[in-house]
């Protein structure tokens, strides 16, 4: 997804951009570019491609000047070309604006701006911004960017600069965030926190409709009537938790996501998990125990990797609280308008914080009255900030596109609360004791499933050729199935299902043949038998089967063609453990394709676009 940095200060600007976007490189995009200003000129500096593209041609033609805007791009409208990418100029070349977001009424600003003779240079919807703001321009840029915005329908985090104003920076914000950060050299602005750590020491994030001015020596916030507001100052350590945002000796930011997970889970818990009472106790939920009592249904709404963890989160909750709990796509949900009883919680799961259809199913769920909850990863995000109340994973910044550390941290996350849900209602305190210590056992039970890496090697090796995959699990694993396809087709661009494993034998189950391997999630359980049944099913047409299955399960490794280990651990937390070789897999498949697994192609790290 797009990212903004920008710098007004007393070094020279276009380092700080550049190394601001790099890290903002996770996030997904397609090209880049940057401005900077010396008194009498603009420097734009622009390239379709990786930042170093960008990096070479500003070898080539240096971009001087103490303050400046960058952007990386992810393309809406447009194409991934020169032309296309940020930042847009107005006719002048004396008005610079980078943005991130949809403006969606843009062909009818576009269609009056040229009926005015405006000449434009991009097919993109951000130029129009450019083009609107310098009509309003008579000297005061936060004026004419107020007074552009007030005809925008639509998204946007934007940062401006103009000739005529050397040092200053005017953000903008409604629905895709932007932060300012405050420095020794001067004074910074980015839509995410990341690319500030070790330029700012404090950082403060705008608000839907605020309008921020920067100087090398100053900043203000205001709203939308530029009307100064109250904001708080905070520290940027607490935005960018503990994790270290750097790969270390690990290849890629993905496999060292995948093994930090004994410590993500166990950052997860730490203290949250209460003996003396045998429950879970978490600092922001902002519910009592009476208004948890009254929850008699939950919707949980999220995308992606976080939807699968919400569908194991309705599994969780229906039985060890005895909630009902439905679980809705976020971009359906906000347009379904479900008949809802007053008393139904929203929960939101995001590992961003920031994906714009999970906001706007929440912001929804708040206009119609709803207590709004929010399980989400990155601090202080627009989620995290605008939900009633929540739990942070504390994974860390989870960089690689694939999520991976997040799902568990999730699920483990949605354990605890359902264990704390349960306290409120019928589980007993031995109930509530078991639980936690299952849940104390799970950082050591992943580091024992990290071992199958081997196993998982000789897998790759084996399937990498695979033009389709199928994933298989009932009851607790079948989101987890649905997760291991999204895993390898999201890194390795081979197409994979996920099915409860019973349900092959309406349709699916013709697509088995000797090229299309089956992974079925098969540890002991309730249901073993049963998925026992299904791989069988798939031997007898010939299709090759891969048994994720508990050690030294001989009558597992009697049927399938290859096995890959897990420990043993209770039923309601497999979907933790089964995931680990499913990321391992899809990891080592994506590598022997040879694709970027920690940027795939046409993915961004945060989707802030609908
Ligand atoms: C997961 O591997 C994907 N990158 C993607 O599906 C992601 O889970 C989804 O976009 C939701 O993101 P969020 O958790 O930050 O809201």
């Not at 709990?325 to 995001?350: G, I, K």
């Amino acid at each position: 997804m797009c990212g903004i940095v920008g710098f007004t200060g007393r070094r020279e600007a276009s380092p700080i951009l550049l190394e601001g976007l790099r890290r903002l490189e996770y996030r997904g995009y397609d090209s880049a570019g940057l401005v900077t200003g010396t008194g009498n000129e603009l420097h734009l500096r622009k390239k379709a491609g990786r930042l170093a593209e960008l990096a070479k041609h500003l070898g080539m033609h240096p971009a001087p000047g103490c303050h400046g805007i960058s952007h990386t791009r992810w393309a809406t409208h447009g194409g991934a070309t020169d032309r296309n990418s940020h930042p847009h100029l107005n006719e002048r070349n004396d008005i610079a604006l980078v943005h991130n977001g949809v403006i969606e009424n843009f062909a009818a600003l576009k269609h009056q701006l040229q009926s005015a003779g405006v000449r434009f240079r991009s097919d993109t919807d951000t130029e129009v911004l450019a083009h609107l703001i310098s009509h309003y321009y008579h000297g005061d840029l936060a004026t004419a960017v107020r007074q552009a915005l007030a005809l925008v329908k639509g998204t946007y985090g934007i940062a401006v600069i103009a000739k005529a104003e050397p040092g200053l920076i005017v953000g903008a914000r409604l629905g895709s965030p932007l932060v300012v950060g405050v420095g020794e050299d001067g004074t910074y602005l980015a839509s995410d926190a990341n690319a500030l750590a070790g330029f700012a020491d404090k950082v403060v994030y705008l608000a839907d409709r605020q309008i921020c001015t920067l100087t090398e020596t100053d900043w203000e916030i205001r709203d939308q009537d530029l009307a100064p507001v109250s904001v708080s100052v905070a520290d940027i350590g607490n935005f960018l938790g503990n994790g270290d945002a750097e790969k270390g000796d690990f290849p890629h930011y993905m496999l060292k996501e995948i093994y930090e997970q004994p410590e993500s889970l166990a950052n997860a818990m730490r203290g949250r998990l209460a003996n003396d009472d045998a429950t879970a106790h978490f600092g922001g939920l902002n519910l009592s125990a009476q208004q948890l009592r009254q929850i008699d249904r939950v919707v949980m709404t999220a995308c992606g990797t976080s939807y699968h963890a919400a569908m194991v989160g309705e599994y969780l909750f229906e039985e060890l609280a005895r909630v009902p709990v439905e679980v809705e796509y976020a971009s359906e949900f906000r347009y379904r308008n479900p008949p809802m009883d007053r008393s139904t919680v929203v929960l939101a799961l995001t590992q961003s914080g920031e994906t714009a259809d999970t906001l706007a199913a929440l912001r929804e769920s708040k206009r119609m009255g709803h207590t709004t909850l929010a399980i989400c990863n990155a601090v202080a995000s627009s989620i995290a900030r605008e939900a009633d109340g929540g739990v942070y994973l504390y994974a860390g910044p989870e960089i690689g596109v694939a999520s991976t550390k997040a799902f568990t941290s999730q699920v483990c996350v949605l354990t605890m609360i359902a264990l704390y849900l349960g306290r409120t209602r019928h589980l007993s305190s031995a109930q509530g004791q078991k639980i936690i210590d299952d849940l104390q056992a799970i950082p050591d039970a992943v580091r024992k499933a990290l071992e199958c890496h081997d196993h998982v090697n000789r897998v790759a090796a084996k399937y990498a050729d695979a033009r389709n995959v199928l994933y298989l699990g009932r009851q607790y694993l079948y989101p987890v199935a649905l997760e291991g396809s999204l895993k390898l087709k999201e890194i390795s661009y081979i197409h994979a299902e996920g099915y409860p494993a019973a349900e092959m034998k309406h349709g699916p189950i013709a697509l088995v043949d000797e090229n299309t391997p089956s992974v079925f999630l098969v540890p002991r359980g309730n249901v073993f038998d049963k998925v026992m049944s299904n791989m069988q099913e798939i031997k007898a047409r010939g299709g090759p089967v891969i048994a994720i299955a508990s050690a030294g399960d001989r009558e597992v490794s009697a049927v399938a063609d290859d096995v890959i280990p897990i420990p043993d651990v209770p039923e309601y937390l497999q979907p933790i453990v089964t995931a680990i070789p499913l990321q391992l897999l899809a990891y080592e498949i994506a590598l022997l394709c040879g694709c970027d697994v920690d940027k795939p192609r046409n993915l961004a790290k945060s989707v802030t676009v609908e």
